[in-house]
């Protein structure tokens, strides 16, 4: 059964500090993407990467970055922490053509404080 | 720019009846997909429904199914029979990575 798979389901952290969301698919999907979540703005694309160590800015990239350094793992970054970026995370992946999510992970709700 | 609209944010209806959910988006594309995702509370984001805009026969997925009108440049999600089970967030998209807002629909017993 398809799997996307996120390191932390709750995360708090301070203000500042370096974060770290981990996302693993075990389907060998070349896509995957990063989305956040908020109330009454739907999912906005962070991220989106093709391939190994290939990425794309999505609509709202600044404060984020990402590495995808083997095909099944694709890492979201919080360079410096700010209460802004308290929100729900969700990693996604695909191997349909074109750029859209097909299996998504549980989503980790971040709080920083 | 390509736009998803939802306007209706909270959406409600008795169980065993039949509700629609409306989209529009606006692309410049000549062909495209469009999708219906469905979030159930504390659950995985699932893809309920993909329809490709060169095919004019709407797509159907057992009690889901969707009135495509490409002039208009709609996309409503039909569920039929609702269950208490399809009581989630219904988030329409674009096949350019973008979603709508979102609505809650809610199913009562």
């Known amino acids: 059964d398809v799997k996307v798979t996120q390191s932390s389901r709750y995360l708090v952290k301070r203000t500042g500090e370096k974060v770290f969301l981990e996302c693993v698919q075990d389907?060998?999907?070349?896509?995957m993407f990063w989305y956040r979540q908020d109330p009454g703005l739907g999912l906005r694309l962070i991220y989106f990467s093709y391939d190994v160590k290939m990425k794309e800015k999505g609509d709202i990239p600044e404060g984020y970055s990402v590495s995808r350094e083997k095909k099944e793992r694709f890492s979201l970054i919080l360079e410096s922490a700010s209460t802004n970026q308290t929100s729900m995370y969700l990693c996604a992946s695909s191997h349909i053509t074109g750029k859209q999510p097909q299996h998504f992970g549980d989503g980790t709700r971040l709080s920083i404080l | 720019a390509q736009t998803v609209t939802q306007s209706q944010p909270e959406m409600s209806v008795q169980e065993a009846e039949t509700v629609t959910l409306s989209c529009t988006y606006d692309t410049s594309e000549s062909n495209y997909y469009l999708f219906w995702y469905k979030q159930p509370p504390s659950r995985q984001m699932i893809l309920v429904i993909r329809?490709?805009?060169?095919?004019?026969q709407n797509a159907t997925e057992n009690r889901f199914s969707v009135n495509f009108q490409k002039a208009a440049k709609s996309f409503s999600l039909k569920i039929s029979d609702s269950q208490l089970g399809d009581t989630a967030m219904y988030f329409c998209a674009l096949n350019d990575m973008r979603f709508g807002a979102g609505t809650r629909l809610t199913v009562k017993p």
């Open positions: 389907m060998d999907h070349e896509n």
């Open positions: 329809q490709e805009a060169y095919k004019q």
